[in-house]
C-alpha cells in the first residue's frame, strides 16, 4: 500500500466514522423535539438528497485539483457542525436549523466521496483497483460497526452540542492530515475556454447514455436502492431507544463489513452470479429479519446484518465494474453522474419512509426491502449487460 493510499483511506475512515455520529445526533433531536415520524422521515431525506447533487461535482472534479476539493469539502463540515454545536449550547437550536445544518454538511461531504474514488485509480495498478475499493469499503465498516455499536451511548452520555463539537474537531484534524500528508502530482485536464461547465456536465449525461446495457444496470440499481431505502427510513421508528437505532446501523455495518472482506476472496467470480446470489440471499435473510421483527430482537438484527452481507459484496464489484467500464478522462463526470442517478431516489425512499409510517404499518414497509432484493435476484440472472462476454472478461480481469 502506498504512503497517498494511506493517507486517503485514514481520512475516508475518519470521516465516516464523523458522519454516522453527526447524522445519529441530528436524527435523535428532531424524534425528541418533535416525536413525529414526518419530521423523522424530513430529517433523513435531507441527509441523502445531497446524493442527487453529485452529478454537479463531476466537471469540477475534472477540472480542478482533487486536494483541494477534498480540503473545502472537510472545511465546510467542520464550519457547519461548528455553527450547530454554538447554537446548541446557547439554547438557539431548532429543528430546522438541524436539518438545513445536516444538508449542508451532507452536501459538501458527498463531493469528497467521487473526488476520492476518481482520485485511486490514478495511484494504483488496474489490477490492484478491486483490493484497493475493499480495503476502503472494509476499513470504513470496521470503524463504522465500533461507531454505531457506541453511538447510541455516548449520545446519552455526552448530548448533542458535544456530539456536534467532537466532529468539528475531527473534520479540521482531517483538513490538516490532507494538507501536510496528502503528496500527489496532480495534472489537471484545462478544457478550452470556450467549453463551460455546462457542456463538461452535458458530456457527462451522454457519455452515461451511450453505455447502453451498463445503462440499463445502472438504472436498476437506482430502483433497488430506493424501494430499500423505503424500509431504512422507518428503522429510527422502529428502534424505541437510541441504543438500539445504533443497533439497527451497527447490523448494517457488520454486513457490509463481512461483504467487502468476501469479496476480495470471491471477487474474480462471474458478475452475473455475484448479483443474483446476493440479491437471492440478502432478499431471504431479510424475509426472516421481518418475520422476527417483534419476536426477538437478536434473530432480527443477526437475519438483517446477514443480508447486508450480500448487499456490502454486490456494492464493491458494482464499484469496481464503474472504475473499469469508464474511461480515464471521463471519470470524475462520469462517476458523478452514475452516483447521482443511483442515489438521486433514496432520499425519496426515506421520505416515503417517515411519511408513510403514519398510515401504513412500518413493519409491512419494513418488508420492502426484502421483497424488492428478491425480483432483483431474477432481473440480474436475466440481465444482458451481465451475460455478455465483455462484462465478464472485464471483471475477471
Not at 489537471?188 to 457519455?207: A, I, N, P, Q
Not at 447502453?212 to 423505503?230: D, K, P, Q, Y
Request: hydrophobic share 55%; charged share 10%.
Amino acid at each position: 500500500m502506498n504512503r497517498n493510499i494511506l493517507v486517503l483511506l485514514v481520512v475516508r475512515v475518519i470521516a465516516n466514522f464523523s458522519d454516522s455520529f453527526y447524522f445519529l445526533a441530528s436524527v435523535w433531536y428532531v424524534k425528541e423535539t418533535t416525536d413525529a415520524s414526518f419530521w423523522i422521515g424530513v430529517t433523513t431525506f435531507a441527509a441523502m438528497i445531497p446524493v442527487a447533487f453529485q452529478v454537479l461535482y463531476g466537471p469540477l472534479i475534472d477540472r480542478y485539483s482533487k486536494k483541494k476539493l477534498l480540503l473545502v469539502a472537510m472545511a465546510i463540515q467542520a464550519m457547519v457542525l461548528i455553527v450547530l454545536a454554538s447554537l446548541y449550547a446557547f439554547g438557539e437550536l431548532s429543528v430546522g436549523i438541524v436539518i438545513a445544518g445536516l444538508f449542508i454538511a451532507t452536501l459538501a461531504s458527498e463531493l469528497s466521496y467521487p473526488t476520492e474514488y476518481a482520485l485511486v485509480p490514478s495511484l494504483v495498478r488496474e489490477s490492484d483497483l478491486q483490493k484497493v475499493n475493499a480495503w476502503f469499503t472494509f476499513t470504513h465498516h470496521s470503524l463504522d460497526l465500533l461507531c454505531n455499536a457506541i453511538a447510541g451511548f455516548l449520545l446519552a452520555l455526552i448530548g448533542v452540542g458535544l456530539m456536534y463539537m467532537s466532529n468539528a474537531v475531527l473534520y479540521l484534524f482531517l483538513f490538516a492530515v490532507i494538507v501536510f500528508f496528502l503528496r500527489i502530482n496532480e495534472t489537471v485536464t484545462r478544457t478550452s475556454e470556450d467549453v463551460t461547465y455546462l457542456t463538461d456536465l452535458k458530456v457527462g449525461f451522454r457519455y452515461v447514455w451511450k453505455l447502453g446495457s451498463f445503462r440499463t444496470l445502472i438504472a436498476v440499481f437506482t430502483c433497488l436502492n430506493f424501494m430499500v431505502s423505503i424500509s431504512l427510513g422507518v428503522l429510527p421508528i422502529l428502534a424505541t431507544t437510541e441504543n438500539m437505532y445504533g443497533l439497527w446501523l451497527a447490523a448494517i455495518s457488520v454486513g457490509t463489513l463481512l461483504g467487502s472482506g468476501l469479496s476480495t476472496r470471491y471477487g474474480d467470480r462471474s458478475l452475473r452470479w455475484t448479483f443474483v446470489f446476493a440479491t437471492g440471499i440478502a432478499g431471504l435473510a431479510w424475509c426472516v429479519s421481518a418475520i422476527w421483527l417483534n419476536r426477538n430482537v437478536g434473530v432480527t438484527l443477526i437475519s438483517f446484518g446477514i443480508a447486508w452481507i450480500a448487499i456490502g459484496m454486490m456494492g464493491i464489484q458494482f464499484q469496481t465494474l464503474l472504475q473499469r467500464q469508464i474511461q480515464s478522462e471521463y471519470l470524475g463526470r462520469t462517476l458523478t453522474v452514475v452516483y447521482a442517478l443511483q442515489g438521486m431516489l433514496a432520499p425519496f425512499g426515506y421520505l416515503f419512509g417517515g411519511m408513510f409510517a403514519d398510515w401504513i404499518n412500518p413493519n409491512l414497509l419494513y418488508l420492502i426491502g426484502a421483497l424488492t432484493l428478491l425480483v432483483s435476484s431474477i432481473y440480474f440472472k436475466k440481465s444482458s449487460f451481465l451475460t455478455s462476454h465483455a462484462a465478464l472478461r472485464d471483471q475477471a480481469g
